[in-house]
């Protein structure tokens, strides 16, 4: 779905790379920046208390077609831009001559960042007496992660071991007596396994024997379960609009979710449909029964429940089988 | 280098020569046996008078006596020598060292150079290596036929070229290449500052392993790993004729010379001539005089208009070796063409030697290579060094990093390179006895990323001894996403490294290497004198990996938080949609359009439709397109269908089987927030829902 625009645009591809990158004036990794995915990790294991990172960005733009262009006043910008902050900082970038690539910085302040900003470039000129025009832009931004350790774009949910009863977390106290809890309020879903809860631990991640196994795939998927429910509502609450009500794909890990369930929940209605329909069946709750059950249906499937449960039965049969023989 | 030589040497060479023995010098002289002896061995000089009476004896003038610069009498018959059939009937149809390689261009060239690199005279200098490419016809190749006295041979290889062997086949596709095309292809490799073939002419010494021998590599220092081995039958593979003409210039001198000391040697199999049946190699060489030789064909010293004639000139007293094969071919290749020999050439030396032709700097490059062609005397392709930057451009910046101390441990802006040791332990030798210990070698791994423009990348370059490149390998357990990136790992010598364990882990590496030195694996050689050498290997490749992944590795995905995998596995969000089998939907597949005078926007919609039983009803929408936030809808003053559609109140009506439509759209300037011309418009397809009003 891309724009048209009433001033000839670029055709050419515009390749953008950041080539090096420096926090507080100490280099970074190159391994801490993908080319291929488009990600830089701002992270440094040891410190945590920076106050700027710098990239080094360099651009190659369609040169030929840009001198053949009808524009005038052409310039190259860098814009990072973080939703969650309603950040967005513009740096221009430079042709030295005899270069065949535009250059510059861009400042990442850590201050005006929550997690994750995104590094777009934009060509800029005059067409028929107009300034500021957007000739062209890359077709993918980078992604400035200012919390991964990894340069990657997936990112997964945390699952954190807490003791609710006695811990640190003074918040967990009232859900004391619960197993666990999942927590989507945050920069990413994280999932809370209960410590003082005798045994979960032990079970999720030593189960021994055929039955314990079975056990602890039953209860890892009736986590599962919850947390995908729960991930999903809470990503489709969380939407924006345009003017005439159609809503924008969330973006980060809500985005995944909603991509990966809305197909199951609305089998046969397009992705931006069934994210309409959805809302419009939440908002109005025309429907909104019928659809609860079948979010619960796919996020068992995502939990791979039923496979689980039925691991569990035969488990559990034959252990009897045992005892009677 | 023409100083004086010996009179005693030039004596005894005169002597032998003539067939003549010192005691019958002496008879004919009247003096005695020990005089002459004397003379020989240099212990004593003869008398004027005495000088005199010899160079009567030898047919000569008392000049020549005093400046020794010629030998006495008229030249030697130059002739051909076949080796006679063996006695016990057994008929060789070829080397069996030949068909242990791939008779290509590409792997003569390898074999040869680093034949040329191991027998680097003076370390502070490199080994210059030049390949040329000579096309001779009409007279040029009359006047080197004749030279070569091809009038002796052609029976032999008339004879040869009837077996119905692999090498039959070969060689009487040379001989009507010869016949009909009345062209000849010569390859020369010349080596300066090199040892040259010094030793005798029968026994033990670089000479004789290349003429003499198969299978003998001469090892000069533990250094090189064998030179003139295995790789020699690779110069022989390459000739169509079996046939290379040899000049080398001495290091050491040899029967007092050093220049131009000439020998060809041609490789045929068992044949039948004239009844005499014969073994297979034959020389071209001066007949031996020596009883236990007799009538062998030895090297000479030539002079410079029969090494000319022989296209066997060097063009400078440089020590080292000229090969020229005659009838060259690249078997491997699709085209015998003078320009695309010359391109392959250059590629090979630039593959194989781009470490060895590295230079630091303060440290000069171990080889220099070039390659130019020749025809009938004249240049083709003009003589090109081999620059290692033009194919390797990241390989060869990572080592000069290296060579000039200029590594860094971590990689923080592009072009750096990181060096980190990998350690090999080399175990003890079984013949060491069991106490003894072995031995921790630290081998340099180089990294940086790679270039934009390389083909090749991602891989382990693995070199040892003089840089020459034993295998690339690729990397395991590299972590996902790593960005391409060129390593080179230097083991053994090619660290630069001299102490004890460094000797021990070349030895240990050579023996892990199969006759080709193509890669690092268990042989025969290295778990004979090795006791846990496979572990060892593996340790190693391990070693190197963890290595890498220290510099360019991600760190574990979901490093940041665990959790029970049983549990983790199952909330995966890059995970696909659990729905295989989703229909497609219709979708906007183009937009063209543009701002009217009224200021509304004129669209022309394609759209993409999938195939289904019953049509669709869809619901275009046109939007201003904005930076972030919410889009204002537009609405439409008009709507047309334009091909495969129909417009029925505001909505599209696609019939089944259409797989493409096309409608038409005049926005309402009513309902423009901002002028037309300041803003984008998108324009998408909504599945119509059913009348709900």
Redesign the interface.
Known sequence: ???????PTLVGKIEVAV??A?MDGK?????L?????QVVALHQVERDDWTEGVLDLEVSLPTEELAEGPWAGVSCVAVL?E?ATNTRVVSRLERRRGDTHWRGQVRVRRSTHASRALLDVSVVGSHGG?DGRILGRADTPWLVDLL?????R????????EDFRDGPEEWLRPFMDAPWLIDTTGELPT?L?NTSFEGL?EL??G?RGPLEKAT??LV??Q??GE??ATMFHSALSDL?????G?PHFPGG?RE??L???L??VF????L??AL?EAHDCRGAGRGWAEVQSRIEV?AG????MPKNLVATIRAVSRAQEGTYR | MEDIEDFGVWLGRQLRRNGMSQAELAQQLKLTRAAVSAWVTGRAQPRAEVMVRIAEILETDVATLLTRDADAGSDRPIGWYHRIAHHDGGREYGNAAAFAFDASLAVLAREATQNSLDERLDPRRPVRVRFTLHELTGEHLHSFLSALKWEELEPHFAAAARSRQKVGRTLSEGLRALREDASLLLLRIDDYNASGLTGPEYEDGRYAAVVRRQLDSHKSNDRAGGSYGLGKATLWAASRLGLVLINSTLSEPHEGRTARRVIGRLDLPWREVDGVAYAGPAWLGEPDTEKTHEGVSRSWWADERVVADLQLDRESEDPGTSFLIVGAHDAAGNSDMLEDLHAELGRALSDNFWAAMTAGRSAPAMLEASVRSLRNGESVVAEQRVDPLDRHPALVHALRSYIDGETVE?????G?VAATEVGLVVPPLRTAGRKAAGGNHSAVLLVT?AADKDEKHSRIICMRGNRMTVTARSPRNLG?????FQAVLLAGFATGDDSSTTHAAEAFLRAAEPPEHDRWGVTEELTAAYANAPRRLTEFNSAMDTALRR?????V????????E???K??????????GT??G?P??DR?????DESGA?T?DVTLTVPQRDGGWQLLP?V?F?VR??????LDWAELSAKENCEVVGGRLVIEPDVRSARFGGVTAVGSHPVA???A?????V??AREAST
Do not use: C, N
């Not at chain 1, 924006?240 to 005439?244: N, V």
């Not at chain 1, 089998?267 to 397009?270: A, S």
């Not at chain 1, 499937?301 to 791979?304: H, L, P």
């Not at chain 2, 199952?570 to 949609?577: E, F, I, N």
């Open positions: 779905m891309s724009a048209v625009y009433a001033y080539r090096g420096s280099p970074l990794q190159l391994s920046i993908s080319q291929r995915d831009t939703g107009v991964g350790r990894t340069p990657s997936q990112r997964d949910l945390e699952i954190l071991e999932i396994l631990s999720l991640s189960a602890a795939g890892a998927a986590i599962a947390a995908w924006e609009f345009d003017d005439d159609t890990w995944s979710v991509r990966s369930m197909p199951e089998p046969g209605l397009p931006h449909d309409r796919a499937k995502r939990s791979q | 971590e990689l923080t802006a592009p750096q990323p996902m996403g790593a960005d391409p510099v360019i590795g991600r760190r995905p979901g490093g940041d938080s665990t959790g029970p049983v549990l983790r199952l909330l995966r969000l890059d995970a696909p949609a659990g729905v989703r229909r939907h979708a906007v937009v063209v359009g543009k701002v926007w669209l929408v939007k397109d972030s936030g919410g889009r204002p809808s037309a011309a300041m984008g418009v998108i324009v998408d909504q599945q």
